[in-house]
């Protein structure tokens, strides 16, 4: 490998982590918090890709500026979704929110598909095939602004559950949901906001990826996988965890992908499964905190 | 005494569906079997042992594989001994993959088993001496559709046999026991790895014979068609739908979901996955026991008891956040 190559995987690696942190927090979030594993977060995403690529092709949105319309509209799908849904089985035991997940996943996919075709979409801007040239190694503007969102995103959340009453709530209850109770929080509104937050960021790293690759109804189911994984290697304690899970599992893609394409799932999944056997109560503990 | 009727009259019913209906038809009862053999599978490392496996296609996969590979290996291994085989190799890889993932617990269990069946899809798309890539193989052709359908109610109705024995033996009553605590199972002097282990080869097994009719009846193998995860949905269905943990809640379940599916594929061809995850979402609030726990209290009911919505609502109610 030359040096050229190198700094591209580098930074290849950087481009992709940011976007994985976005994903992967959204998701942790929801795990460390309501402890449930939300199959239907690649679903999210997918929802995400097309709010944004149908407010581009509409109204010529620009991709950027639809972000926020996604997110809102995820954080109450989100939101409706713990509310109506799993609040109302959430103490049954772990395989009914995991089936009950996996079902809103064949649910929303197929939906998208019926009512987007499974045609394979991008979204296109004036800025999409420029890069900057940082000597050898080539950035596009696309993936270094989608970083830059993914990086203000990240802030905002970690902001959100340390200073502010309501991301102390959320974090009480993920630590003690009887405490959190016996102090007057009101969990099951608790649990609908963390869920709507999951999906919200979900629904932003839709957006991204929308301008980033092209995509289709089956987009999402990746990104749940991908989002596990870096949850089991950075364990769900913090932001900052997750983020060093994002960055790890970035390298370990971007370098196998140029290396072994054939075989990438096989070797993720190969050395998660080792790691887990090595670690079955996976890296780090279960709270949010 | 009316039990024993019953299966009867219910046995010899499916004894005679092949003259009775069109061979292609039959292909929708042969697919219901097939179907029914994974759910029973299924349901010993995920109804008796707790365990949400969400990988078990790999050996449906992996039995489709190695009984066609057998069939046109020179030997030329004749199709039930290939069967067999497929099973035994199921089973061994299982108990080779379960030491290490079944040390997993909930969640981590369930997507390290995902990631598994995924990595042999990618191992069989890419192994090109082995498995000739994504092409796929191609068997040798058997056009009779009354053998296929003999061989799945014959592998069907012995896996209830099985599982019954295995319900009432010391192995069955040691998944209950890990089920429910295992912590407490391990205390009892239970060897809680030799019987999850045992529980995942089983299921393997069973799994592979329902790949290896498949792959026979459809006379071509590929990654894509085998390594499917509806298929590992299905058979999760079927187990939810029917009972999990219960002799006959995977063949009652497995008959009641090719019932709805062939409905929905005939009316509402673009809707069907969408109507199997609204079904999925149905029977998880309201019915999470599944048909079987359903009879049982209507039979109550026949006997006198009180029968109201509450049985619809008690999981709700039980497990909802207040």
Not at chain 1, 12 to 39: D, E, K, P, Q, R
Not at chain 2, 191 to 198: E, L, P, S
Not at chain 2, 284 to 292: A, E, I, K, S, T
Request: hydrophobic content about 55%.
């Amino acid at each position: 490998m030359s040096g050229a190559e190198v700094g591209q995987i580098a930074m290849n690696a950087l481009l992709l982590s940011g976007v994985l942190a976005v994903v992967a927090l959204g998701f942790a979030l929801v795990w460390g918090i309501t402890n449930i594993v939300n199959l239907a977060h690649g679903a999210f995403i997918v929802i995400g890709a097309y709010v944004t690529f149908g407010l581009h092709d509409f109204w010529s949105m620009d991709p950027f500026l639809s972000i926020p319309i996604s997110m809102a509209a995820l954080f109450a799908l989100g939101f409706l979704i713990q509310r109506a849904l799993i609040n109302q089985i959430i103490r049954a035991p772990l395989l009914a929110t995991f089936l009950l997940t996996f079902g809103l996943e064949s649910l929303i996919v197929n939906l998208l598909r019926f009512f987007f075709r499974a045609d394979t979409r991008s979204v296109m801007t004036a800025y999409s095939g420029a890069a900057l040239a940082l000597g050898p190694v080539r950035v596009p503007y696309i993936r270094l602004g989608a970083l830059g969102v993914s990086i203000l995103l990240v802030l905002l959340l970690a902001a959100f559950l340390t200073r502010s009453r309501l991301g102390r709530a959320i974090r009480a209850t993920g630590m003690d949901v009887d405490a959190a109770r016996l102090t007057g929080v009101k969990v099951a509104t608790v649990y609908a906001i963390t869920f709507g937050i999951g999906a919200a960021l979900a629904g932003a790293a839709g957006s991204l990826l929308s301008m980033i690759v092209p995509f289709d109804p089956n987009l999402g189911g990746g990104y749940t996988e991908r989002a596990f994984i870096i949850c089991v290697l950075g364990g769900l304690g913090n932001v900052v965890n997750v983020l060093a899970g994002a960055a790890a599992y970035s390298v370990v893609e971007v370098v196998v992908g140029s290396r072994l394409p054939a075989f990438s799932q096989a070797i993720t999944f190969g050395m998660l499964v080792l790691l887990l056997a090595v670690r079955p109560q996976g890296i780090a503990g279960k709270a949010f905190s | 005494m009316a039990r024993a009727v019953l299966l009867a009259v219910v046995l010899a019913a499916l004894l005679l569906v092949p003259s009775l209906v069109s061979p292609y038809t039959l292909l929708t009862y042969t697919s219901a079997l097939c179907l029914a053999l994974m759910a029973q599978g299924w349901n010993l490392i995920g109804g008796y042992t707790g365990y949400a496996a969400f990988g078990n296609v790999a050996f449906v996969g992996i039995g489709a594989y190695t009984t066609g590979l057998l069939m046109l290996s020179r030997w030329h291994v004749p199709f039930v001994p290939a069967l067999f085989a497929a099973a035994l190799v199921s089973a061994l890889l299982a108990t080779v993959i379960g030491i290490p993932v079944l040390r997993l617990k909930g969640h981590y269990f369930a997507i390290a088993t995902l990631g598994v069946a995924e990595a042999f899809r990618e191992i069989a798309s890419a192994w090109d001496d082995l498995t000739n890539g994504a092409t796929g193989i191609d068997l040798p052709v058997r056009s009779d559709s009354r053998f296929f359908y003999y061989v799945a109610l014959a592998l069907v109705v012995g896996g209830i046999v099985i599982t019954a024995r295995l319900e009432r033996s010391k192995l069955g009553y040691g998944w209950v026991a890990i089920r429910e605590d295992q912590d407490a199972a391990r205390m009892l002097g239970i060897d809680t790895t030799v019987f999850k282990v045992a529980a995942f080869a089983l299921s393997a097994a069973f799994a592979a014979c329902a790949g290896g009719i498949i792959a026979y009846q459809d006379i071509h193998v590929a990654p894509d068609d085998f390594f499917k995860i509806e298929y590992t949905l299905q058979m999760i269905i079927a187990c939810i739908i029917g009972g999990t943990g219960t002799v006959w809640g995977p063949p009652v379940g497995a008959a009641v979901y090719q019932l709805l599916s062939t409905y929905v594929w005939s009316h509402f061809l673009e809707l069907h996955p969408t109507v199997l995850g609204v079904l999925i979402i149905l029977f998880v609030v309201f019915l999470p026991r599944g048909l079987m726990d359903l009879f049982r209290r209507m039979a109550a009911v026949a006997r006198g008891g009180r029968f109201g919505s509450d049985v619809f609502l008690a999981n709700v109610r039980a497990s909802r956040l207040e």
